[in-house]
C-alpha cells in the first residue's frame, strides 16, 4: 500500500509529478517526500507533539465508529432507543473533539508566537561584517558585469559561481538591484520560444538563489518555524474535519427517518 507525507515547502517546484509552491503544505508519496526533504527544499512540518494530536483525532473517530456500531447492532433495543444513545454518545465524543481542538490550536498559536519572538530576536542580532559602502560597491560592480555579459549562459555562470560563497549583505544589496539583472539577463535571451521558456527558468532560479543567499542560517530557521507554524494553522488547523462530516451525514439520516 502505497504510503504518504505531509511536506512543508521552503521553494517552488516539483514534486511527486506536480507543481508545489513554498509556503505551502501538501500531501505527497512518502518517496518524494523524503527526496525532497533530503535535497533541504521542504520539511516535515509535524513534530511529534503535533503528530500525537492528530494521532488522537483519528483514534477518537475510530472510536466513535466503533461505539456507534455497537449500538446499531444491539437488536435488544429498539429504533428509538437506538437514535438516543447514539445522540447520547455523539455528544459525549462532541466535548472530547472539542478539547482536542481547542489544546491543538492553543499549542500552535503559542508556538507561532515564540517563533515571532525569536525571528524579532535574530533580526536584532544581525549585523552587517562589512561597511555599507564596501557593500554598494561590491553588488554595483556585479551588476555592471551582468549588464555587459554577452550571452544567457555567461552571465548566469558568472552569478551562480558569484553565489556559492556570497555575504548575506552583500546578498541583501543584490536583491535590491534584481530588477535591474532581470532586465540585463532578459535582453540576452534569444527570441524563440523555447529559448525564452528556458530563460525565464533560469531568471526565476537565480532570483530564488539569491534570496536564499540573502537570510542568514538562524534566520532561515526561524522563518521556517513562523511559515510552518503559520501554515499549518491556515491550512491544516482543523482537526475536527471527519468528525464534522460525520454528524452532518448522521444528522441527514435522523431527519430522513424522522420525516419518514
Keep these: 500500500m502505497k504510503q504518504y507525507k505531509d511536506i512543508y515547502m ?69 429504533d428509538v432507543a437506538k437514535k438516543d444513545d447514539i445522540r447520547e454518545l455523539t455528544e459525549k465524543f462532541d466535548k472530547d473533539f472539542a478539547d482536542l481542538q481547542k ?71 543584490l536583491l535590491s538591484h534584481f530588477p535591474t539583472i532581470k532586465e540585463a539577463i532578459e535582453k540576452s535571451i534569444a527570441k524563440t520560444p523555447s529559448a525564452h521558456i528556458k530563460g525565464v527558468g533560469k531568471v526565476r532560479g537565480l532570483y530564488e538563489k539569491l534570496k536564499a543567499a540573502s537570510i542568514g542560517e538562524a534566520e532561515a530557521k526561524v522563518n521556517s518555524k513562523v511559515g510552518i507554524y503559520t501554515a499549518i494553522l491556515q491550512q491544516s488547523g482543523d482537526l475536527l474535519w471527519q468528525w464534522r462530516r460525520k454528524k452532518l451525514l448522521q444528522e441527514g439520516t435522523f431527519r430522513r427517518s424522522v420525516l419518514g
Design 10 to 78: 521552503l521553494e517552488n517546484g516539483t514534486v511527486d509529478g506536480s507543481y508545489r509552491y513554498a509556503g505551502h503544505i501538501y500531501l505527497v508519496a512518502e518517496h518524494a517526500a523524503d527526496e525532497i526533504v533530503n535535497e533541504k527544499k521542504a520539511l516535515f512540518p509535524f513534530d511529534t507533539g503535533l503528530m500525537q494530536m492528530r494521532t488522537q483525532a483519528d483514534q477518537l473517530y475510530s472510536q466513535f465508529q466503533e461505539e456507534e456500531s455497537v449500538i446499531k447492532k444491539n437488536v435488544r433495543l429498539t
Design 103 to 173: 489544546r491543538y490550536k492553543e499549542t500552535l498559536e503559542s508556538r507561532l508566537e515564540l517563533a515571532k519572538k525569536e525571528e524579532s530576536l535574530v533580526n536584532l542580532k544581525s549585523k552587517p561584517q562589512f561597511d555599507a559602502e564596501t557593500i554598494r560597491q561590491e553588488a554595483g560592480i556585479i551588476v555592471t558585469e551582468v549588464i555587459m555579459g554577452t550571452s544567457l549562459s555567461e552571465t548566469v555562470s558568472y552569478l551562480e559561481g558569484k553565489l556559492e560563497n556570497m555575504d548575506r549583505e552583500l546578498a541583501r544589496e
